[in-house]
């Protein structure tokens, strides 16, 4: 059982936007803002998306943008492309007395 | 271009020992701390275990510790994964990881990643 709660699927046509939920506690989530999102093809690495809860690395498209509110953080994708079809893992620093990251239990974005 | 590649997984017996290694080019190795993480088949990512650039500092996941060492040979751009004791629980693809350093390095985020290893415990 993962220690970070995300739903197992979500899914929008092109062009729109789906929010995927990441619940946590604040031993995690709640307690820094060292939350991150990881996007995975099938058979692939996964790719960092998201870091410090809303930073994008170079080379993210824009349309990627996160937030968190309390012990739930969140990933939208805006204007929903093909491409965008992947597995996507939340993760966040959850080492109060010694180093530790949490993931999430992944989320099947499905593009209709 | 940053390259990660792991070798070492296979089969092994419960209460065997492998070790993985993760050759590392395109970037200056032994500046960066790297990680293992890992995915057991159709499940999602788990931490494994971090070390830091110069080997100073070494950190577990409690499901690996005392069980698992990590090390690193920055003369080899080398990481590697010691896996004692292995379990059937054990039985995931490995992957190596950088530490993701965009100005200031954050030891929490993984910006490259190898392609994985396989490691089965069976018997």
């Known amino acids: 059982q993962s220690a970070l709660t995300q739903p197992p699927s979500a899914s929008g046509s092109p062009g729109q936007s789906v929010t995927i939920s990441c619940t946590g506690t604040?031993?995690?989530?709640?307690?820094?803002?060292?939350v991150s999102w990881y996007q995975q093809h099938p058979g692939k690495a996964p790719k960092l998306m998201i870091y410090?809860?809303?930073k994008r690395p170079s080379g993210v498209p824009d349309r990627f943008s996160g937030s968190k509110s309390g012990n739930t953080a969140s990933l939208t994708v805006s204007g929903l492309q093909a491409e965008d079809e992947a597995d996507y893992y939340c993760?966040?620093?959850?080492?109060?007395?010694?180093?530790?990251?949490?993931f999430g239990g992944g989320t099947k974005l499905t593009v209709l | 271009q940053v390259q990660l590649v792991e070798s070492g997984g296979g089969v092994v017996q419960p209460g065997g020992s492998l070790r993985l290694s993760c050759a590392a080019s395109?970037?200056?190795?032994?500046?960066?701390?790297m990680h293992w993480v890992r995915q057991a088949p159709g499940k999602g990512l788990e931490w494994v275990a971090f070390?830091?650039?110069?080997?100073?500092?070494?950190y577990y996941a409690d499901s690996v510790k005392g069980r698992f060492t990590i090390s690193r040979d920055n003369s080899k751009n080398t990481l590697y994964l010691q896996m004692n004791s292995l379990r059937a629980e054990d039985t995931a693809v490995y992957y190596c990881?950088?530490?993701?350093?965009?100005?200031?390095?954050?030891?929490?985020?993984?910006?490259?990643w190898g392609q994985g290893t396989l490691v089965t415990v069976s018997s």
């Open positions: 410090e809860v809303s």
């Open positions: 990881a950088k530490e993701y350093c965009g100005g200031d390095c954050y030891p929490y985020y993984f910006d490259y």
């Open positions: 395109g970037f200056t190795f032994s500046s960066y701390g």
């Open positions: 604040s031993s995690d989530v709640g307690g820094y803002n060292y």
């Open positions: 993760s966040s620093y959850a080492g109060s007395n010694n180093f530790d990251v949490v």
């Open positions: 070390i830091r650039y110069d080997g100073s500092n070494k």
